[in-house]
T-cell receptor, first 113, second 111 residues
């Protein structure tokens, strides 16, 4: 079964450090999403791309977060500088278009001390 | 403003019985609805979906019902099995691929 691959699976770092999370979407999928899951907010959409072009990043704090797709096999989410409130599980998902469902990776669990 | 609500944070059901998970939404423009299942330390996995032009969709033990007038969605699992124990998320979209998720309901199926 094709899967969305996320690295790292876990990341612990100190406040102020740069964090980079990576995602390899399923081959052939043209849409990639970044979500953040917290206890309080549940699953929130941060940004998404179609054919590598950013379509919506309104869910992302612009001053510290950035999302890119350098090529069709890699999506990155960066936080600089990181803050304790960024601690969460970050999921990447990929898909084609409705009615095809999005497929999620297993997430990066981020802890900012 | 939470557009997709799952008002029951948890649900316990005996093995073999029916599990009913509920979801309410406020945006009448939503036209596509999905249920995802999530195990600990894994990503959500797609379970079943329904378009707003239908009121029921069935896949094996899983059936999703849509009541547009009530803006209500439900997932029925019959019969429930211990392996169904997971967190279930309801999600909805408006004519695009952008999904809005509920906060999830944790289902525990007791053997």
């Amino acid at each position: 079964d094709a899967r969305v691959t996320q690295t790292p699976r876990h990341k612990v770092t100190e406040m102020g450090q740069e964090v980079t999370m990576r995602c390899q979407p399923i081959l052939g999928h043209n849409t990639v999403f970044w979500y953040r899951q917290t206890m309080m907010q549940g699953l929130e959409l941060l940004a998404y791309f179609r054919n590598r072009a950013p379509l919506d990043d309104s869910g992302m704090p612009k001053d510290r977060f950035s999302a890119e797709m350098p090529d069709a096999t890699l999506a990155t989410l960066k936080i600089q500088p990181s803050e304790p409130r960024d601690s969460a599980v970050y999921f990447c998902a990929s898909g084609l278009s409705i009615p095809q469902p999005q497929h999620f990776g297993d997430g990066t669990r981020l802890s900012i001390l | 403003d939470q557009q997709v609500k799952q008002n029951s944070p948890s649900l316990s059901v005996q093995e073999g019985r029916i599990s009913i998970l509920n979801c309410d939404y406020t945006n009448s423009m939503f036209d596509y609805f999905l249920w995802y299942k999530k195990y600990p330390a894994e990503g959500p996995t797609f379970l079943i979906s329904i378009s707003s032009i239908k009121d029921k969709n069935e896949d094996g033990r899983f059936t999703v019902f849509l009541n547009k007038s009530a803006k209500h969605l439900s997932l029925h699992i019959v019969p429930s099995q211990p392996g169904d124990s997971a967190v279930y998320f309801c999600a909805a979209s408006v004519g695009s691929y952008q999904l809005t998720f509920g906060k999830g309901t944790k289902l525990s199926v007791i053997p």
